[in-house]
């Protein structure tokens, strides 16, 4: 198994670090290990593949579950930059705060919307919309009331 660009980097500038035995900067082990649950997750969470029709349908969700769940203006905006893959060392000196500030926000808007997402009434729904596509039954018309062919 071949090496990532990244870790062969990691390694050459671990390698410079001179080696406290009393307090070492790393552990091989640790570090290894942590890097197999990171691989681990990546391989549990992928990104799913998403069809134009059910990112409609997700952007849609969205939308209403963020509304029910009264998230601030500064709550909506450090969840937005950490969806668009901001860190929160990023976020924090984007919004004048801290890492610890950025990352308060975001847990009390990621409360918010775990709540509002529990109580929202169409939740699944953008999974059913896809079983039934892949099942290759033609989608209802909402306008008439009856399935196009």
């Not at 969470?45 to 059910?54: K, T």
């Not at 509304?67 to 919004?95: D, M, P, W, Y």
């Not at 109580?119 to 999974?127: A, F, I, K």
């Amino acid at each position: 198994m071949d090496k990532p660009p990244i870790a062969i980097l990691a390694d050459a500038l671990l390698s410079c670090i001179e080696r406290d035995s009393d307090a070492p900067h790393y552990r091989e082990d640790r570090f290894r290990k942590k890097l197999r649950t990171a691989h681990d997750r990546e391989i549990r969470l992928p990104m799913a593949e998403v069809g134009l029709e059910a990112r409609e349908l997700l952007r849609h969700q969205w939308a209403e579950v963020t509304e029910s769940a009264n998230l601030t203006e500064r709550q909506l905006e450090v969840v937005r930059l950490r969806l668009e893959g901001h860190t929160f060392e990023q976020i924090g000196a984007l919004k004048g705060a801290s890492k610890q500030g950025a990352q308060n926000v975001f847990f009390q808007a990621a409360k918010k919307l775990v709540k509002a997402w529990m109580e929202y009434p169409y939740r699944g729904l953008d999974q059913v919309y896809k079983d039934e596509v892949q099942r290759g039954l033609p989608a209802n018309n909402v306008e008439t009331g009856t399935r196009t062919r």
